[in-house]
């Protein structure tokens, strides 16, 4: 089955500074890659995702993420942080249906 | 108003006691799964199912157990055969795999 990794348990940052969360896949074929976000006691929320294409993919609330084919990676990026993408993100691969998460990184941006 | 929807959000069940946990949608979406949270062990799968009548297990289906029965549902039995049950869990569905997925709130189950 295919699987995602997040080498990141924690990633701060300073408001209003670039962040990048990693993020890394392994699958057989051509799979579709997402980015989730969580707050506390909730369920996930979709921000991005990539299919095909353009390997720079845009999403909600100013989030972006990069496709690498070769490297296997889909990092999601942000050019300014703001206070308020404190949160716990969760890289996501899907396959025929099966669906499986990295282990999720906590995002801090400090005032 | 369109949405998935997971109840109770709180459970608490006694050691050796079955219980099942609700999942409804009525987005009229074709696959639904169910993932267990804890704390830095992210989303684990626990079952999906692409269509009514069909599931496939997960990465710990082990003392858990599924139905399919209506497109719209997909309840989670956590049986006693699971060890340790006390767990954050969460249904999603979505209306094919290149489609993002819709999440429930969650149910906290803590078993006492």
């Known amino acids: 089955a295919q699987s995602v990794a997040q080498p990141e348990d924690q990633v701060n940052v300073a408001e209003g500074n670039p962040l990048t969360v990693k993020c890394t896949y392994s699958v057989s074929g051509n799979p579709y890659l997402f980015w989730y976000v969580q707050y506390p006691n909730r369920g996930l929320q979709f921000l991005l995702k990539y299919i095909t294409g353009d390997n720079l993919v845009k999403g909600s609330y100013g989030f972006e993420a990069e496709f690498n084919k070769s490297q296997t990676s889909f990092h999601l990026k942000k050019p300014s942080a703001l206070v308020s993408d404190s949160a716990l993100y969760f890289c996501?691969?899907?396959?025929?249906?099966?669906?499986?998460f990295g282990a999720g990184t906590r995002l801090t941006v400090k005032p | 108003d369109g949405g998935i929807t997971q109840s109770p959000k709180y459970l608490f069940r006694k050691e050796g006691q079955n219980v099942t946990l609700s999942c409804e949608q009525n987005?009229?979406?074709?696959?639904m799964y169910w993932y267990r949270q804890d704390p830095g062990q992210g989303l684990r799968l626990i079952y999906y199912?692409?269509?009514?009548?069909?599931?496939q297990k997960g990465d710990i289906a082990e003392g858990y157990s599924v139905s399919r029965e209506k497109k719209e549902s997909f309840p989670l039995t956590v049986t006693s055969a699971q060890k340790n049950p006390t767990a954050f869990y969460l249904c999603a569905s979505s209306l094919r795999d290149r489609n993002e997925a819709f999440f429930g709130q969650g149910t906290r189950l803590t078993v006492v």
């Open positions: 987005l009229n979406h074709d696959a």
């Open positions: 199912s692409q269509i009514v009548n069909d599931f």
């Open positions: 996501a691969v899907s396959l025929n249906n099966d669906m499986r």
